[in-house]
């Protein structure tokens, strides 16, 4: 049973546009949520997270989106750029520092 | 500041043989978790440990796999006897108990033939 969702495998998105990756989840208990970015042959990065008591964060280009009805998260890229080309992934905790769940990932291609 | 270390980066090796992975994790950090990653499944945390006690072992697949961590600057995954099923590549992560930011080592990549 997948707790944390990730239902598009795969995105591309022209250079400068904004790029939208979605992650679902069903555990009402988690409270923490966080976005990884990983290149090949390397370890998954922390980019950006949030708490549940908040429904948006802001880090430059990156703004993750909260709606905790919807058990719904969202990164938004703006402007994408051939960099941001990677493997996202979803995470999410309960309740403090309890292992991250994570969702299969969403691969990036930023076209120039 | 060094990340998380794991080595070997490459592993190849014949069914039957043991496997030690090993993983530094950053100086500091109190909690370390193993992750294995393979396509079917994505990031399955396989066992993590707080404060070098192991605190959930559930993802751990079998018997054949074990992890210990003698000190908080030190830990291995070790599989005996290795299987063709278990080529995948494996994490090393560690964090603060606070924030909850897990950092990652750059992996072990597991080929067992």
């Known amino acids: 049973d997948q707790q944390v969702k990730q239902n598009s495998p795969s995105l591309s998105v022209q250079e400068g546009r904004i790029s939208i990756l979605n992650c679902d989840y069903t555990?009402?208990?988690?409270?923490?949520f966080l976005w990884y970015k990983k290149y090949p042959a390397e370890g998954p990065t922390f980019l950006i997270s949030i708490s549940s008591i908040k429904d948006k964060n802001e880090d430059g280009r990156f703004t993750v989106f909260l709606n905790k009805s919807a058990k719904h998260l969202s990164l938004h890229i703006v402007p994408s750029q051939p960099g941001d080309s990677a493997v996202y992934f979803c995470?999410?905790?309960?309740?403090?520092?309890?292992?991250?769940?994570f969702g299969k990932g969403t691969r990036l291609s930023v076209i120039a | 500041d060094a990340g998380v270390i794991q080595s070997p980066r490459h592993e190849v090796t014949e069914m039957g043989q043991e496997v030690t992975l090993r993983c530094k994790p950053i100086s500091g950090h109190n909690s370390l978790f193993w992750y294995r990653q393979t396509m079917m499944r994505g990031l399955e945390l396989l066992i993590y440990?707080?404060?070098?006690?192991?605190?959930?072992d559930s993802g751990m697949p079998e018997d054949r796999f074990s992890a210990k961590m003698p000190n908080a600057s030190f830990s291995t995954l070790k599989i005996q006897p290795s299987e063709p099923r278990d080529s995948a590549v494996y994490f090393c992560?560690?964090?603060?108990?606070?924030?909850?930011?897990?950092?990652f080592g750059p992996g072990t990549r597991l080929t067992v033939t």
């Open positions: 440990f707080n404060n070098n006690v192991p605190i959930d």
């Open positions: 995470a999410a905790s309960a309740r403090g520092n309890t292992p991250l769940v």
């Open positions: 992560a560690s964090s603060f108990v606070q924030p909850y930011e897990q950092y």
């Open positions: 555990n009402s208990m988690f409270d923490y």
